[in-house]
């Protein structure tokens, strides 16, 4: 049992780049998030997935795409890289209305 | 719309105890959770509260007003491995999908 696994740990993007990063859980959530963490802000969810087949923005989507491939696979695409996307990038998944399960984190800069 | 405010650097000796506060406005509020955060790695859920009153879970204990939408998670016994950041989120009676909405979090030094 993994719980939610992400990939890549790390990456270097140049501006304008593509890149997608992958997110699954083995857990059989239903709903599954992503977040960004900047420095002293807090997790700013920038799309979620309620369920399988559907998705919807939170409060930080510009710039960025979702697919919800499946219960178990949940993805985040950057189109066209920015610097101000550079961030750490968690992938969660929901036990409870009040408990989710977070992945390790994908560590993006963009030069 | 929602805002959670919590003080950004709290920092206590080992063996102290620490209370972090947390107050929210939203609408909708359904309860509050905490989450502890190693190293900029993972989160992971600490406790909820979703009436007011004090829930506790070892060494670790947490506190809901709602008619003061204030909430705290008091630490006790303080360990070297408490150094972390504690972040509180709120959940809401109508939160589509399951969302939480994060304070910015507060990072917590624990000095010998």
């Known amino acids: 049992n993994a719980g939610v696994t992400q990939t890549p740990k790390f990456q270097v993007l140049k501006t304008g780049q593509s890149m997608t990063l992958q997110c699954a859980q083995d857990?059989?959530?239903?709903?599954m998030y992503w977040y960004r963490q900047d420095p002293g802000m807090g997790l700013r969810l920038i799309y979620y997935?309620?369920?399988?087949?559907?998705?919807d923005k939170g409060e930080v989507p510009n710039g960025y795409n979702v697919s919800r491939l499946n219960k178990r696979e949940f993805s985040l695409r950057l189109e066209s890289a920015a610097p101000s996307q550079t961030s750490v990038y968690f992938c969660?998944?929901?036990?409870?209305?009040?408990?989710?399960?977070f992945g390790p984190g994908t560590r993006l800069t963009v030069t | 719309g929602q805002s959670l405010e919590q003080p950004s650097e709290v920092t206590a000796v080992e063996g102290a105890i620490v209370q972090i506060n947390c107050t929210y406005q939203?609408?909708?509020?359904?309860?509050l959770s905490w989450y502890q955060q190693h190293d900029g790695g993972a989160p992971t859920f600490l406790s909820y509260?979703?009436?007011?009153g004090l829930e506790e879970t070892g060494r670790f204990s947490s506190f809901l007003s709602r008619s003061d939408s204030y909430g705290y998670l008091l630490l006790q016994e303080l360990q070297m491995k408490d150094s972390a950041s504690y972040f509180c989120?709120?959940?809401?009676?109508?939160?589509?999908?399951?969302?939480?909405?994060f304070g910015q979090g507060t990072e917590l030094s624990v000095k010998p």
């Open positions: 969660a998944s929901r036990q409870t209305d009040y408990e989710q399960y």
């Open positions: 857990m059989n959530h239903n709903s």
């Open positions: 997935s309620a369920s399988e087949g559907t998705t």
């Open positions: 939203t609408s909708g509020f359904y309860g």
């Open positions: 509260n979703a009436l007011d």
């Open positions: 989120a709120v959940a809401r009676v109508y939160n589509q999908g399951g969302k939480l909405i």
